[in-house]
């Protein structure tokens, strides 16, 4: 991934858990509610950051790799976290998934493919270290957030901080899921206010990998 966009959350690590952050906060809610309280073996969350979504992953899954591009959000998790069933790993995921030691029953996008220009690659990648019928799941800005000019970004003495990103449509992720092995069983969109009057915030995913992917 870009290395401005490391360099961006390694500045942001000492303030994100801190900061006014809705989008934040909002993908938490969905990431609760989506994945519920179903039980798992290995879980692979990608995109871990400071451990906001990690806690409600290892009240499920026997084991949690949870990866980040940001070494300094890594350093602020395991300050939270010490967990025994729970590894967090520094890696890239545009390269090599050296990182993946198991065979994964759930996998989970928090926040991190904005940053990514190509998705395909992701989505394959994910089902090559998926179980039969493992659960993926993605949480994301919503594209009309994106089209209104919405991107990650903080404040500093020195001034407002945004980090690139690149805009993904809904039949984006969608497309890419379903030529990688995945089947989309669950999209939703979150917004700020009960009466929906301004665009979603947040998009969530919920992919089942594909039973042909299994059964060749």
Not at 16 to 41: H, P, S
Not at 158 to 173: C, K, L, Y
Request: proline letters at 4%; one cysteine or more; aromatic letters at 12%.
């Amino acid at each position: 991934m870009n290395a401005s966009i490391q360099q961006a959350y390694n500045l942001w690590a000492a303030q994100y858990d801190t900061q006014i952050n809705e989008t934040r906060d909002l993908e938490a809610v969905a990431f609760r509610t989506i994945n519920g309280n179903k039980k798992m073996e290995h879980a692979l969350e990608i995109g871990c950051g400071t451990g906001k979504n990690t806690l409600h992953l290892l009240k499920l899954a026997a084991h949690v790799t949870a990866v980040d591009f940001s070494k300094n959000m890594l350093q602020v998790a395991r300050t939270k976290i010490h967990a025994p069933h729970v590894a967090f790993v520094e890696a890239d995921i545009l390269q090599e998934w050296t990182f993946a030691h198991h065979v994964y029953d759930w996998i989970g996008f928090s926040l991190v493919l904005e940053h990514v220009e190509n998705l395909a690659p992701l989505f394959r990648k994910a089902a090559a270290v998926a179980a039969p019928h493992a659960r993926l799941y993605i949480g994301e800005l919503h594209p009309f957030r994106q089209y209104l000019g919405g991107k990650a970004n903080f404040d500093t003495p020195e001034g407002n901080q945004v980090i690139p990103a690149f805009t993904h449509h809904v039949s984006d992720f969608i497309t890419a899921a379903q030529q990688n092995g995945w089947q989309m069983i669950d999209m939703r969109e979150w917004f700020d206010e009960p009466e929906r009057t301004s665009p979603p915030r947040i998009i969530s995913f919920l992919f089942e990998k594909k039973a042909s992917e299994f059964n060749e």
